[in-house]
């Protein structure tokens, strides 16, 4: 047999090959999700930013963030709680409709607090805290959380994987330190960019940082 027809037929199959695992590989990035990892952070309703800040104050972009128009500002505050006190927490902006401090469980310990694990928004029977700015400071009843681990997605996305806004689901980080994660909300908006939040502790006991990949089960 001619050697360059043999040569030719290896090089088919070879190409076959590279394609199939590049399809394959396309199929199973459809199913995944960039992971988002969050720090402590603070968000600030209008009237707590006037008190920490002064009156009129606006917030100063110092990074965009994965969703749309979401940043994290140069402006930071110190909390306090009953045992101790975190500075340079910074604050995420736009400004919202009532002020969320999300923190870690650990973090909980540190300030004498215990939040809640909880859905953005979500803050009633919440801790409060003392948050101190530049020009002030407040003292919050409520608002302390650490944030339910969740995926945002447009509404295109969520048809594709056959969700559903509200719904809970399971995600699958591979690696050293994977494991499958149960109970990830599901949060639908046409405002929003694929991408699975989680707090540092969780990211750090998995292995992961930003830009990662979470995979999607398939239930039954």
């Known amino acids: 047999m001619d050697k360059r027809c043999v040569n030719s037929e290896e090089f088919v199959r070879e ?3 590279l394609v199939v695992e590049a399809l394959q590989e396309q199929q199973r990035l459809e199913r995944s999700t960039p992971i988002g990892v969050s720090n402590r952070h ?13 009156p009129g104050s606006e917030l100063t972009v110092k990074k965009m963030l994965g969703q749309p128009g979401q940043y994290a500002a140069e402006e930071t505050v110190t909390i306090r709680g ?4 975190m500075s340079r927490v910074r604050v995420l902006g736009p400004l919202r409709k009532e002020t969320q401090v999300e923190i870690s469980i650990a973090d909980g310990f540190v300030l004498g607090v215990k939040p809640p694990v909880r859905e953005s928004g979500q803050l009633e029977d919440s801790p409060g805290i003392e ?7 407040v003292k919050k009843e409520r608002g302390v959380i650490a944030a339910l681990r969740h995926i945002h997605m447009t509404p295109e996305i969520a048809r594709r994987l056959g969700y559903r806004d509200g719904q809970y689901v399971q995600t699958r980080i591979e690696g050293l330190r994977g494991a499958l994660l149960c109970n990830v ?4 908006s046409e405002k929003y960019a694929l991408e699975m939040h989680i707090d540092v502790e969780e990211a750090n006991a998995l292995g992961v940082k930003n830009g990662d990949r979470a995979f999607f089960v398939e239930e039954d």
Request: no cysteine.
């Open 185 to 188: 909300l599901v949060r639908v």
């Open 42 to 54: 603070i968000h600030l309703d209008r009237a707590d930013m006037d008190a920490l800040f002064g």
């Open 15 to 17: 190409i076959t090959r």
């Open 131 to 137: 948050i101190i700015g530049p020009k002030g400071s």
């Open 82 to 85: 009953p045992k101790g006190e």
